[in-house]
């Protein structure tokens, strides 16, 4: 790990004023950005540690929840309010890493980490995420954990995290600071497919900072449902994941809410699969077709073509557990 700066300014200005600069990162928790230096894949200049900011809050808000970009995982699966009204961001929330790493891990964070793809964290692999240009390892390597949605030739890396997949299928909204002011960003639009800039991971400028995420309120709670297919069953990374979310009035589906993880570089929203839902029975057969849409434009490749059964199975039996069938 090369030698570098650290500050930890008190203001939001000051971070603003900071991060402009070239070779500077943001720090919170570190525990994605840290294990990156340690491994040689990312080497900033400077490290701004934000945790000054008073961005722990969780409170309500005219139609939403907010949750402060630096409220630690553990704190926002924990509280009340978050159990309450949107139970599936709680179950997300525990299915990832481990307590200790919950404890130190910030929403802010969570959304800003980074593949855990091997050949990006092994600096004598090719990556164009690491190193654009060089070519991806992957493609012809092992890559049984890669994706089968949304990939192009130069990345076919996945988005680890469990809170992003259902932040994207609660339609939360981040909260963005920077120079010219606040803006506001759909979940959904925050990260990115891989294109031919795999390198960029999300939207967020590089003078820019998550201050918050914003989730409206909705009718899900009575019937949402988080299911993590793993190798096993505490601290790995998902295979498929599906957070499910749904409305249902004497049996009939009003509204839907499904997004998936560990099947592309963002967390993978099916919005088509939520409409084809409304006015369906809740039913098992139901679900078993909407899982069969949802595979449209799936590849597999060498050693990730399971993930084509896998995958609506997933999604069947999280639909089903939301539905109260299971």
């Known amino acids: 790990m090369k030698q570098f700066q650290y500050v930890r300014p008190s203001t939001q200005q000051s971070v603003l004023d900071a991060i402009a600069k070239p070779g500077t990162k943001i720090i919170a928790g570190g525990s994605n950005l840290v294990d990156l230096m340690k491994h040689g894949v990312m080497s900033p200049d400077k490290l701004v540690d934000i945790n000054k900011l008073p961005l722990r809050q969780i409170t309500p808000a005219k139609g939403s929840l907010h949750i402060g970009a630096l409220a630690l995982n553990s704190q926002v699966a924990e509280d ?16 990832g890493a481990s307590a200790q790493l919950r404890n130190m891990a910030t929403v802010g964070g969570n959304m800003m980490q980074r593949t855990r793809c091997p050949y990006f964290y092994d ?11 060089s070519g991806c390892g992957a493609l012809e390597g092992f890559n049984r954990m890669h994706a089968i949605f949304g990939m ?9 995290s469990d809170m992003a997949v259902a932040m994207a299928a609660l339609d939360a909204t981040v909260v963005i600071a920077g120079k010219k002011g606040q803006r506001r960003l759909p979940f959904t639009d925050f990260h990115r497919l891989p294109g031919n800039t795999p390198e960029l991971d999300n939207n967020l400028a590089k003078d ?3 201050l918050a995420v914003e989730i409206p309120d909705n009718n899900f709670a009575k019937h949402s449902y988080y299911l993590k297919v793993r190798d096993r069953a505490s601290y790995a990374f998902a295979l498929i994941s599906v957070a499910a979310a749904l409305d249902i009035d004497n049996g009939t589906i009003r509204a839907a809410r499904l997004a998936m ?3 592309a570089h963002k967390p993978w929203r099916l919005t088509a699969v939520e409409n084809a839902l409304i006015g369906k029975p809740a039913t098992a057969a139901s679900f078993e077709q909407a899982a069969q849409l949802a595979m449209q434009g799936a590849k ?5 073509a399971f993930k084509l059964k896998l995958a609506p199975a997933t999604l069947t039996e999280a639909l089903k557990h939301a539905a109260g069938l299971a």
């Open 261 to 263: 993880g560990g099947v």
């Open 80 to 95: 009340k309010q978050v159990k309450e009204k949107f139970p599936l961001l709680s179950q997300a929330l525990n299915a």
């Open 123 to 133: 600096v004598a692999m090719p990556c164009n995420k690491r190193v654009p240009n």
């Open 300 to 304: 597999g490749f060498k050693d990730n």
């Open 208 to 210: 820019e900072l998550i």
């Open 152 to 160: 192009s030739d130069k990345c076919i890396a996945v988005h680890p």
